[in-house]
C-alpha cells in the first residue's frame, strides 16, 4: 500500500513527503500508524527511500533507484491489459536453478519472472507467450547473479502435445476471470464515493488491487484465451474508475501535504 502512495501521489508531485502525510494518509486506509513506520523502514532499506531530518521532522525523498523501480510499475500497471503487441506463435523457454539452500532468492526469482509474463511448467522451467521478454528475463536473471547458469529457447509448438492444455495448468485462468469479476463487482459496480476523502480510498485501493495482476497474467495473446475472457473489461473499469476518482483523490492528498508543509 506505501508503494501505491508512493508511485500514484508522491512521485508525479516530486518525490518527496513527510512522514506526517504518510502516516495520516495510511490511516485513512485503515492502517494503523507503528505498521506504517515499520513500512517506511523496510522500504528504506531496500533503497527506495532516503530520509532527512528537519529538527523533529523526517521528509522522504524517493531515491533514483525507487523512481525507475516505480516508473517500471507505472509503465506496466497502466499498460496492462490495454495493449498487446502482434503475436508470431512463437513461445519463450528460460531454464534457470536457484540452490535449494537459497530459498529466498528462489523467492524473488519466482516473483520478478511472474511479474515479467512468465510460469513455471517444471522445476527451473519458465514458459512465456512473448519471445521479446527475453532480454527482460535476461536483465531479472542478472540482477540476482542466476544468468551464467541459466538458457534460453524461443521456438513453436511442435507436432504433438496439447499446448492449450498446458496454458491451463501453467495459469489459472478461470480463478483469475473470479478475480477480475470480483474487482469489476468491487470497484466499477459497488464504489460510488462521495467525498473528496472517500475517492482518495477508493482510488487507492482500485491501483493497489489492479497492481496485483500483471503478477498472476501472463498476457496472453488474445487467440489463446477462452470466449468468457473478461479481463478487458477489468481494464476498461480500471481506467474509467481512476479517471473518474483522480481529480477528487488529487484534492484530498493535496490538502494534506499543505498542511505539513
Given at each position: 500500500m506505501l508503494l501505491t502512495l508512493l508511485g500514484e501521489f508522491v512521485r508525479p508531485l516530486g518525490g518527496t513527503v513527510w512522514t506526517a502525510t504518510l502516516i495520516e494518509a495510511m490511516a485513512a486506509l485503515d492502517v494503523e500508524t507503528k505498521t506504517t513506520r515499520q513500512a517506511l523502514s523496510r522500504t528504506s532499506k531496500s533503497g527506495t527511500l532516503e530520509k532527512e531530518r528537519h529538527?523533529?521532522?523526517?521528509?522522504?525523498?524517493?531515491?533514483?533507484?525507487?523512481?525507475?523501480?516505480?516508473?517500471?510499475g507505472y509503465d506496466r500497471i497502466y499498460h496492462f491489459g490495454i495493449r498487446q503487441e502482434p503475436w508470431d506463435n512463437t513461445w519463450l523457454i528460460v531454464i534457470a536453478s536457484v540452490p535449494e539452500a537459497d530459498r529466498h532468492l528462489r523467492y524473488r526469482m519466482r516473483t520478478r519472472l511472474a511479474w515479467a509474463g512468465f510460469a513455471p511448467i517444471?522445476?527451473?522451467?519458465?514458459?512465456?507467450?512473448?519471445?521479446?521478454?527475453?532480454?527482460?528475463?535476461?536483465?531479472?536473471?542478472?540482477?540476482?547473479?542466476?544468468?551464467?547458469?541459466?538458457?534460453?529457447?524461443v521456438g513453436r509448438p511442435g507436432a504433438f502435445g496439447n499446448v492449450e492444455e498446458r496454458i491451463h495448468e501453467a495459469w489459472d485462468l478461470s480463478r483469475l476471470e473470479a478475480?477480475?469479476?470480483?474487482?469489476?463487482?468491487?470497484?466499477?459496480?459497488?464504489?460510488?464515493?462521495?467525498?473528496?476523502?472517500?475517492?482518495?480510498?477508493?482510488?487507492?485501493?482500485?491501483?493497489?488491487?489492479?497492481?496485483?495482476?500483471p503478477i498472476y497474467d501472463p498476457g496472453l495473446p488474445h487467440?489463446?484465451?477462452?470466449?468468457?475472457?473478461?479481463?478487458?473489461?477489468?481494464?476498461?473499469?480500471?481506467?474509467?474508475?481512476?479517471?473518474?476518482?483522480?481529480?477528487?483523490?488529487?484534492?484530498?492528498?493535496?490538502?494534506?501535504v499543505k498542511m505539513a508543509e
Open positions: 529538527g523533529r521532522r523526517t521528509r522522504w525523498s524517493i531515491t533514483p533507484a525507487g523512481n525507475l523501480f516505480l516508473e517500471q517444471g522445476p527451473g522451467i519458465w514458459l512465456s507467450p512473448w519471445s521479446s521478454h527475453e532480454a527482460e528475463a535476461l536483465e531479472t536473471l542478472e540482477g540476482l547473479g542466476l544468468a551464467e547458469s541459466a538458457i534460453s529457447f478475480r477480475y469479476a470480483d474487482f469489476i463487482t468491487n470497484f466499477a459496480t459497488n464504489a460510488k464515493p462521495s467525498s473528496d476523502l472517500e475517492a482518495f480510498v477508493w482510488l487507492t485501493r482500485l491501483v493497489h488491487s489492479w497492481r496485483q495482476f487467440v489463446l484465451l477462452p470466449r468468457t475472457w473478461n479481463g478487458s473489461d477489468a481494464a476498461k473499469a480500471f481506467h474509467a474508475s481512476h479517471q473518474l476518482w483522480s481529480p477528487a483523490a488529487g484534492r484530498w492528498w493535496n490538502s494534506l
